[in-house]
């Protein structure tokens, strides 16, 4: 599977963004998925990861309660839904993928996703 990320941009902090990782190939369903960002100088994290069929998701504590991670198999897809954006959320967005054979696994470290996205920018002002 082949996965692009989209929908980056720049807010202002308060605001709420959309991102979307578009994935390539029909065994999308089978992929758990997770969603990495990188900031200016910092290592990448894992910000949230959502299970095959989204029975099963993880949220990094900086974020929880303000992100939701979502997915659409029949469109191959999934999404980031970024509310009350912070300017320490500025960085690049990733979206990783990694074949499961189980339906509610998901993976939080870096390592263990196999396939990439590019990623998508977004800026929070202040």
């Known amino acids: 599977v082949q996965l692009q990320a989209s929908g980056g941009g720049l807010v202002q902090a308060g605001d709420s963004l959309r991102v979307s990782c578009a994935a390539s190939?029909?065994?999308?369903?089978?992929?758990?998925v997770g969603w990495f960002r990188q900031a200016p100088g910092k290592e990448r994290e894992l910000v949230a990861a959502?299970?095959?069929?989204?029975?099963?998701?993880y949220y990094a504590d900086s974020v929880k309660g303000r992100f939701t991670i979502s997915r659409d198999n029949a469109k191959s897809a999934v999404y980031l839904q970024m509310n009350n954006l912070k300017p320490e959320d500025t960085a690049v967005y990733y979206c990783?993928?990694?074949?499961?054979?189980?339906?509610?696994?998901?993976?939080?470290?870096?390592?263990?996703?196999?396939?990439w996205g590019q990623g998508t920018l977004v800026t929070v002002s202040s």
């Open positions: 190939g029909r065994t999308f369903s089978s992929y758990a």
């Open positions: 959502i299970s095959r069929y989204g029975g099963n998701t």
């Open positions: 990783a993928a990694r074949y499961s054979s189980l339906v509610d696994n998901l993976w939080r470290q870096e390592y263990e996703y196999d396939r």
